[in-house]
């Protein structure tokens, strides 16, 4: 059976518990496109609609800092910095009156020609990344722009001192360009360690955003933000059931690996 059969097996199970609302969800996605790993425009576009009538559409900011105006409230994430964010999420997300935050490889953000992709440093294939214009023009329309590191490196497998700096010239490269402080911070691969949360702080962060399956709660580490991870294989009635709260379990199993690891 197939890792998504299995997903809708035990959630049908787990989704007879009940769900605390309201609901806060940072989702995350990476890039729109007519292959997976990047998801469908079409499904894109049915996921939009299904939130624009029946959640607010926020963003990170709002999520992080008020208490939730709606009984589901999302805000939408994408990693790495790929130009079919300019090309096609900022329109589509446009037409339903909603923003989002990309977490950037700062070093993979041309000047005017946009730079391919490779796969080999943990990017998807065969993509284009931003160019700063583009950049610009997406934060001028209010999206917040976030670091994701210089490269994409694994920062909890390199010397505090590498990570530091790719934390600081990302950080200082991102705010120089767009005009305004760059607060917020995604993990590479989701993978964090509590020195190197210690050293996203130290940075000047505000947050770091995390794999870590789940809704974003009170009590959540602002350091280790939970997203849910919208994959190009799950239909609209997979994407409801996990926004909804009836894949959670899988975030207990993130967990409680975590807590063995
Ligand atoms: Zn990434």
Same mark, same amino acid.
């Not at 059969?5 to 729109?32: D, N």
């Not at 935050?101 to 993979?108: E, G, K, P």
């Not at 041309?110 to 391919?116: L, M």
């Not at 490269?151 to 305004?180: F, M, P, W």
């Given at each position: 059976m197939s890792a998504l059969s299995w997903k809708r097996r035990i959630g049908l199970l787990s989704g007879m518990l009940p769900v605390a609302k309201p609901r806060k969800v940072i989702l995350l996605y990476h890039t729109l496109g007519p292959a997976a790993p990047a998801v469908s425009v079409a499904r894109f576009r049915e996921q939009l609609e299904w939130l624009s009538a029946n959640a607010n559409l926020v963003t990170l900011d709002t999520l992080l800092t008020t208490? &939730?105006? &709606? &009984?589901l409230e999302v805000a939408f994430s994408f990693d790495d910095g790929y130009a079919s964010l300019h090309d096609e999420v900022a329109p589509l997300l446009q037409q339903f009156g909603a923003i989002a935050t990309v977490y950037l490889n700062? &070093?993979?953000?041309?000047e005017s020609a946009r730079q391919a992709s490779d796969p080999g440093l943990g990017h998807y294939p065969d993509e284009q990344f931003l160019i700063w214009p583009e950049v610009q023009a997406l934060a001028a329309a209010g999206w917040c722009i976030g670091s994701h590191?210089?490269?994409?490196?694994d920062l909890t497998a390199v010397t505090a001192t590498v990570a530091a700096q790719q934390l600081a010239a990302s950080k200082q490269e991102i705010a120089g360009r767009v005009g @305004?402080?760059? @607060?917020h911070f995604a993990y590479s691969w989701g993978r964090f360690s509590p020195q190197l949360q210690q050293q996203v702080k130290a940075a000047g962060y505000g947050s770091a955003a995390s794999g870590l399956h789940g809704a974003l709660r009170t009590d959540s580490d602002r350091y280790a933000l939970p997203r849910i991870d919208i994959r190009a294989d799950y239909e609209l009635r997979d994407f409801i059931s996990a926004v909804s709260g009836q894949w959670d379990y899988l975030g207990y199993k993130q967990r409680l690996w975590r807590a063995f690891a």
């Amino acid at each position: 059976m197939s890792a998504l059969s299995w997903k809708r097996r035990i959630g049908l199970l787990s989704g007879m518990l009940p769900v605390a609302k309201p609901r806060k969800v940072i989702l995350l996605y990476h890039t729109l496109g007519p292959a997976a790993p990047a998801v469908s425009v079409a499904r894109f576009r049915e996921q939009l609609e299904w939130l624009s009538a029946n959640a607010n559409l926020v963003t990170l900011d709002t999520l992080l800092t008020t208490t &939730a105006g &709606a &009984a589901l409230e999302v805000a939408f994430s994408f990693d790495d910095g790929y130009a079919s964010l300019h090309d096609e999420v900022a329109p589509l997300l446009q037409q339903f009156g909603a923003i989002a935050t990309v977490y950037l490889n700062s &070093a993979c953000i041309g000047e005017s020609a946009r730079q391919a992709s490779d796969p080999g440093l943990g990017h998807y294939p065969d993509e284009q990344f931003l160019i700063w214009p583009e950049v610009q023009a997406l934060a001028a329309a209010g999206w917040c722009i976030g670091s994701h590191g210089v490269e994409h490196l694994d920062l909890t497998a390199v010397t505090a001192t590498v990570a530091a700096q790719q934390l600081a010239a990302s950080k200082q490269e991102i705010a120089g360009r767009v005009g @305004r402080d760059c @607060r917020h911070f995604a993990y590479s691969w989701g993978r964090f360690s509590p020195q190197l949360q210690q050293q996203v702080k130290a940075a000047g962060y505000g947050s770091a955003a995390s794999g870590l399956h789940g809704a974003l709660r009170t009590d959540s580490d602002r350091y280790a933000l939970p997203r849910i991870d919208i994959r190009a294989d799950y239909e609209l009635r997979d994407f409801i059931s996990a926004v909804s709260g009836q894949w959670d379990y899988l975030g207990y199993k993130q967990r409680l690996w975590r807590a063995f690891a």
